[in-house]
């Protein structure tokens, strides 16, 4: 017979979603439940072991600002570091950290086990239930398999790849969210009493090598940069020696041995049905999909300092074990390699993010909150930042406060929300920085000045972590007074600031010649030079958000039928109909909304604009 | 990472929106007012719209029956007074049969701007707005009275000077075939500005394949010739269009004292301009307007004398004539015919008119030979070439037979030009409007290229690509979020 006990949160899952999302509700001082099947897996690195990438990289900085865990641990776990995009400009520049896949789990499961207000169960869960409160159903409470029962007013879920997951490697199938773990089938049934319609979606991941049968002489080394960027604010506590990653290439000889197995990927044969994340494909499908392609770059990266497993990015697949073995053996470098693990699909259940509103919280449950993998997104950094956003919006929640309404100017994180919440995706979800239309504003290096303001009026952030962001305000301010009163001859007749020196495209910080040596982080100088390079850009952007919270004035109502409208197509109307948006402005970010739909549903359904009211618009 | 479509993850939404329309739809409650006609003739229409005018009955007394006119009493009542304003013929148009859809009153009465001034602050007072630019049409198109590319078509009408009678009404005319045709043309230009910003974001998210970059930034900037090829020459139709559409302009030009203001003044039958036998007398332009045999209106222009313009000798003394000499060379711009008088006594001028042709290669040239009577035609060594000899007269005595040279040739050069316009019917033909947006796409288009070049972080190539992708949706007006709208519709005068 189990227990019963209380909390303000339960949070299902303890992956990279799940730890955010609990961290977020406890610092804020709601006890909190976050249950796994296994303490020791606590942020574990199912698939690849890095932090970061272009646009990735920018969520984790976000996730830090606001007092998250994942930019801390992937520094502390850091076995090498390289920034991308260094040339294409400062907006898309991002830093990729691999990190030692033990020491990052290990390290996150003990700090999350010391945070405050937060309890870790090890349990599996057996589903949760709800209650009728005037007409509207609210979340009781969270059923363990030992019969204990979690007595709370909200749940965060985020079970990741274990909803119904089911692993696929060439004709063998195991039930499970990964490898070594099991599935969690009873939650996908309670989900499926509260009107939420799952969707199956597939991911994969690539076989893992042992290091000792690899001839790594043969290959390219890649190095991390000697300089070693911190996704962090906060002073980092240790550092980990560094390695390098090693580079080869599939060949057509690759090519010819997986082509000839094609009928064997379940893949291929139709019994994988959910849609994959096209931008993580199976090698399997990029064969099939470019033909002509005569080779794909793999890198081979080390997942960790005392680990014998070597993960080869780009080599994911569903194909049976002996085939995984064969084509890789045709790859140079690997032709003696020995497989740890081979590589695998797994099919699992998904929430239409359309289903939820932009705080996270389930349509159709009150206190029902998803987060994650489960949202139809890839990617460790999406799911952080996804658990960071839950867990804010449950703890406003359970406060009876107003969500926050996704602000797509300040984050990539609220764009990620956004996108999911107002346009929805059929497929895995990945960050881009193409997403978002404020790319020169939303930067790595000020991510800390954009959501610090949001963390510290949540009261998310530490005292260490105000005490640095403080200290590269100042040292910025302090940076530019510096740039404004130095000056630097240009020519016979004119000497300017350095800081007007700055703004000219071809130079940078490191030309201006300036002792830095009392310590000025990296991060304050390359903003400096964006504050000069891109003022008139980024004014110019300010401007249009203005103009774009003026647009948001217009609100709808859909009390109102849109059915028989003359000019309004029906399928205009049924998505009216299932998105319920509420201003003009989210109407117009429905796909396939023409202006002259959206000037006849105004006309119609048009609320206020400003002080008119719905009568004077009624023509 | 060409290999993969990039383009269905853009940003969805665009970071610009304009508010213009949201301004006349707040302002859709309150009724409108506005001046329709010109001030300074004989009669003022104001024109009111509002979805209840009952309270204009305070000022005009009842309202004739709807579609019908009536003679009403204008009057302005405040408390301290009560008096006649103006004697007025009123129409009213009722709901939905207005040009708004709203109820409409017009009101034509005196010319007099001190009266229309004190109507218009009488409507105010009592409760009327005055309308903004283009406000009557925007209501029109919101209550489905009009279509938002007629809105479109009829602004070109108005801003097009001195539009030529059959180009207007081939604007008015202008049919849905014309517009699929732009339509198709600038979609294509649209799924290439897709394409192109796909492979340089790829270039930029997958940063990893280093492979692929090079040649995805290359494929980008041949897209983005390709797209800038397209748009300058729909660009180019318009000015050729817009060049002949508009009444032709036939500039009278001429070596100093060759004969110009006498042959004006023979076209017009007045004393125009003033002629003088001091070189360079004519110290402004004089412009008149007429009408050719064929019944063809027509502007003539008479300009200062030109002077060595190849030289640019321009020195102090002559300032004030070299002022009116650039100008002349200003209204060459604008012209369609050139109108050149020599003197049959002298050929130098032929250097000058070689000039002026090389510099004004599209111009169409009338030549037209003075003082014919001064010279001995018979003698062969005289200059004159036998083939002029019909273009020679004598400005004093052969008056009537010089005008109807002029206004007969002026039929012949229109009615080949006449035919041009013809032609481009068949064009893909954008308004003004779309003239605009697409010089900025051209812009953004070609900051894109430095982007791509290297001379600018290629990151901003997003930006100037979604604004090439947004503008062109504007153009086609595909997007109400950008709020093009507003900007049809700003660009109207008061009162239509």
């Known amino acids: 017979m189990g227990t019963q006990s209380n909390f303000d949160a339960v949070v299902i899952g303890a992956g990279h979603a799940g730890v955010e999302a609990s961290r977020a509700l406890a610092a804020r001082g709601f006890s909190t439940a976050l249950i796994t099947f296994d303490k020791k897996k606590v942020g574990a690195m199912s698939c690849n072991p890095a932090i970061g990438g272009v646009a990735k990289s920018h969520l984790v900085c976000e996730v830090d600002a606001l007092g998250g865990m994942m930019g801390r641990v992937a520094d502390m776990s850091a076995i090498q570091s390289r920034r991308l995009n260094l040339k294409k400009g400062p907006a898309v520049r991002s830093t990729r950290s691999q990190c030692d896949k033990d020491h990052y789990a290990n390290t996150m499961s003990f700090l999350m086990s010391n945070v405050e207000n937060l309890q870790l169960i090890e349990a599996e869960v057996a589903g949760f239930d709800w209650i009728d409160v005037g007409g509207s159903r609210k979340i009781s409470q969270v059923r363990l398999k030992d019969g204990s029962i979690l007595k709370t007013r909200s749940v965060v879920l985020t079970a990741g790849t274990f909803m119904r997951g089911l692993m696929f490697c060439g004709d063998e199938r195991t039930r499970g969210g990964r490898v070594g773990d099991s599935a969690a089938d009873s939650i996908s049934e309670s989900i499926e009493k509260t009107g939420h319609k799952l969707t199956r979606l597939k991911t994969g991941t690539p076989a893992r090598l042992d290091s000792r049968s690899i001839d790594f002489s043969k290959l390219d080394t890649q190095w991390g940069d000697p300089e070693k960027r911190q996704f962090s604010w906060r002073p980092l506590e240790y550092r980990l020696p560094q390695l390098s990653c090693y580079l080869t290439y599939t060949n057509e000889r690759t090519h010819d041995i997986i082509r000839a197995n094609f009928h064997r990927t379940p893949l291929f044969s139709g019994e994988i049905q959910g849609v994959g994340p096209r931008y993580c494909p199976s090698v399997e499908d990029k064969i099939r999909r470019f033909p002509d392609r005569a080779r794909h770059q793999i890198f081979l990266e080390p997942e960790g300092l005392s680990s014998n497993f070597v993960y080869p990015n780009g080599m994911s697949t569903s194909l049976p074990a002996d085939v995984q073995l064969e084509f890789l053996r045709s790859i140079e470098g690997l032709e003696r390699v020995e497989l740890l693990r081979p590589g695998y699909a797994v099919e699992y259940d998904s929430f239409d993010p359309m289903e939820l509103d932009h705080g996270f919280m389930s349509k159709y449950i009150e206190g029902l909150f998803t987060a994650g993998q489960i949202n139809r997104t890839s990617g460790y950094e999406e799911a952080a930042a996804q658990g960071l956003w839950a867990g804010i919006q449950a703890g406003l929640w359970l406060q009876e406060k107003d969500f926050i309404f996704p602000d797509r100017s300040r984050s990539y994180m609220e764009t990620l929300v956004d996108d999911l919440t107002s346009v929805g995706t059929l497929e895995p979800y990945r960050m881009f920085t193409s997403r978002s239309e404020y790319r020169l504003h939303l930067r790595e290096d000020n991510a800390a000045e954009r959501m610090?303001?949001?963390?510290?009026?949540?009261?998310?952030?530490?005292?260490?972590?105000?005490?640095?962001?403080?200290?590269?305000?100042?040292?910025?301010?302090?940076?530019?007074?510096?740039?404004?009163?130095?000056?630097?001859?240009?020519?016979?007749n004119r000497v300017i600031s350095l800081f007007e020196y700055l703004r000219r495209p071809e130079v940078c910080w490191e030309d201006l010649g300036v002792d830095w040596s009392d310590g000025v982080d990296?991060?304050?100088?390359?903003?400096?030079?964006?504050?000069?390079?891109?003022?008139?850009?980024?004014?110019?952007?300010?401007?249009?958000?203005?103009?774009?919270?003026?647009?948001?004035?217009?609100?709808?109502?859909?009390?109102?039928?849109?059915?028989?409208?003359?000019?309004?197509?029906?399928?205009?109307?049924?998505?009216?109909?299932?998105?319920?948006?509420?201003?003009?402005?989210?109407?117009?970010?429905?796909?396939?909304?023409?202006?002259?739909?959206l000037l006849t549903i105004a006309k119609k359904a048009g609320r206020k604009i400003g002080n008119v009211s719905r009568e004077t618009l009624q023509s | 990472m060409s290999e993969i479509n990039h383009t269905e993850n853009f940003a969805t939404k665009s970071a610009t929106v304009n508010s213009t329309s949201l301004n006349y739809i707040k302002r859709l409650g309150t009724p409108i007012a506005a001046l329709a006609s010109g001030l300074g003739g004989p009669v003022a229409i104001v024109r009111v719209s509002g979805k209840d005018l009952s309270f204009l009955k305070q000022s005009i007394g009842s309202f004739p029956k709807a579609g019908e006119h009536a003679l009403r009493k204008f009057r302005s009542s405040t408390l301290e007074n009560d008096f006649l304003l103006d004697e007025v013929l009123v129409l009213y148009f009722k709901a939905p049969h207005s040009f708004t859809g709203e109820d409409v009153i017009e009101i034509q009465g005196h010319g007099v701007p001190a009266l229309?001034?004190?109507?218009?602050?009488?409507?105010?007072?009592?409760?009327?707005?005055?309308?903004?630019?283009?406000?009557?049409?925007?209501?029109?198109?919101?209550?489905?009275?009009?279509?938002?590319?007629?809105?479109?078509?009829?602004?070109?009408?108005?801003?097009?000077?001195?539009?030529?009678?059959?180009?207007?009404?081939?604007?008015?005319?202008?049919?849905?075939?014309?517009?699929?045709?732009?339509?198709?043309?600038?979609?294509?230009?649209?799924?290439?500005?897709?394409?192109?910003?796909g492979r340089v974001e790829a270039a930029i998210d997958f940063a990893e394949a280093e492979e692929e970059q090079a040649e995805d930034i290359a494929g980008a900037s041949e897209r983005?010739?390709?797209?800038?090829?397209?748009?300058?020459?729909?660009?180019?139709?318009?000015?050729?269009?817009?060049?002949?559409?508009?009444?032709?302009?036939?500039?009278?030009?001429?070596?100093?004292?060759?004969?110009?203001?006498?042959?004006?003044?023979?076209?017009?039958?007045?004393?125009?301009?003033?002629?003088?036998?001091?070189?360079?007398?004519?110290?402004?332009?004089?412009?008149?307007?007429?009408?050719?045999?064929?019944?063809?209106?027509?502007?003539?222009?008479?300009?200062?004398?030109?002077?060595?313009?190849?030289?640019?000798?321009?020195?102090?003394?002559?300032?004030?004539?070299?002022?009116?000499?650039?100008?002349?060379?200003?209204?060459?711009?604008?012209?369609?015919?050139?109108?050149?008088?020599?003197?049959?006594?002298?050929?130098?001028?032929?250097?000058?008119?070689?000039?002026?042709?090389?510099?004004?290669?599209?111009?169409?040239?009338?030549?037209?030979?003075?003082?014919?009577?001064?010279?001995?035609?018979?003698?062969?060594?005289?200059?004159?070439?036998?083939?002029?000899?019909?273009?020679?007269?004598?400005?004093?005595?052969?008056?009537?037979?010089?005008?109807?040279?002029?206004?007969?040739?002026?039929?012949?050069?229109?009615?080949?030009?006449?035919?041009?316009?013809?032609?481009?019917?068949?064009?893909?033909?954008?308004?003004?409007?779309?003239?605009?947006?697409l010089s900025e796409v051209v812009v953004e288009l070609d900051?894109?290229?430095?982007?791509?070049?290297?001379?600018?972080?290629?990151?901003?190539?997003?930006?100037?690509?979604?604004?090439?992708?947004?503008?062109?949706?504007?153009?086609?007006?595909?997007?109400?979020?950008?709020?093009?709208?507003?900007?049809?519709?700003?660009?109207?005068?008061?009162?239509?």
């Open chain 1, 452 to 492: 610090f303001g949001l963390g510290s009026q949540l009261g998310l952030l530490g005292d260490d972590q105000m005490r640095s962001f403080d200290l590269a305000q100042q040292s910025l301010a302090d940076s530019i007074v510096r740039l404004s009163s130095e000056r630097i001859r240009i020519d016979e």
């Open chain 1, 522 to 597: 990296d991060r304050v100088l390359e903003r400096l030079e964006v504050k000069a390079k891109y003022e008139g850009y980024l004014s110019k952007q300010d401007l249009e958000l203005k103009r774009l919270r003026e647009a948001k004035e217009m609100e709808l109502d859909l009390s109102i039928s849109l059915r028989d409208t003359p000019g309004l197509s029906m399928e205009v109307i049924e998505k009216v109909e299932k998105y319920r948006p509420k201003t003009l402005l989210e109407l117009s970010r429905i796909s396939g909304v023409t202006p002259s739909a």
């Open chain 2, 116 to 197: 229309v001034d004190s109507m218009l602050a009488e409507l105010q007072r009592l409760g009327c707005e005055m309308a903004m630019a283009g406000e009557f049409s925007f209501r029109a198109v919101w209550n489905d009275k009009m279509s938002l590319e007629a809105a479109s078509r009829l602004q070109m009408l108005f801003a097009t000077e001195g539009l030529g009678a059959s180009s207007a009404s081939r604007l008015l005319s202008f049919t849905k075939s014309h517009d699929s045709k732009i339509q198709a043309l600038l979609s294509d230009c649209i799924q290439s500005t897709l394409k192109a910003r």
């Open chain 2, 224 to 437: 983005v010739a390709d797209i800038r090829h397209t748009l300058t020459q729909l660009i180019n139709t318009f000015e050729v269009f817009t060049q002949n559409a508009s009444i032709p302009q036939v500039v009278v030009a001429g070596l100093p004292n060759a004969g110009k203001s006498t042959l004006l003044n023979v076209l017009c039958g007045s004393e125009r301009s003033i002629v003088s036998a001091l070189e360079g007398t004519t110290r402004d332009y004089v412009e008149v307007s007429l009408k050719s045999l064929g019944g063809r209106n027509f502007k003539l222009i008479d300009t200062a004398g030109l002077r060595n313009l190849s030289e640019h000798s321009m020195d102090a003394h002559h300032s004030v004539e070299s002022l009116g000499i650039k100008k002349g060379l200003e209204l060459l711009g604008g012209a369609q015919i050139l109108l050149w008088v020599w003197d049959a006594r002298s050929q130098t001028h032929l250097e000058q008119l070689n000039f002026i042709k090389k510099s004004h290669p599209s111009l169409r040239v009338i030549e037209i030979g003075s003082h014919r009577d001064l010279v001995n035609l018979a003698d062969k060594n005289s200059d004159v070439a036998e083939s002029r000899v019909e273009s020679l007269f004598s400005f004093v005595h052969d008056q009537k037979k010089l005008r109807e040279f002029v206004l007969t040739q002026v039929d012949l050069l229109e009615a080949e030009r006449e035919l041009l316009l013809n032609d481009l019917n068949d064009e893909a033909l954008i308004s003004q409007r779309q003239r605009a947006l």
């Open chain 2, 447 to 496: 900051q894109t290229q430095l982007c791509l070049n290297g001379m600018r972080p290629l990151e901003l190539v997003g930006d100037h690509l979604r604004e090439v992708e947004f503008k062109l949706r504007q153009v086609l007006g595909q997007d109400l979020g950008e709020d093009y709208i507003g900007e049809i519709f700003s660009q109207f005068c008061l009162g239509k």
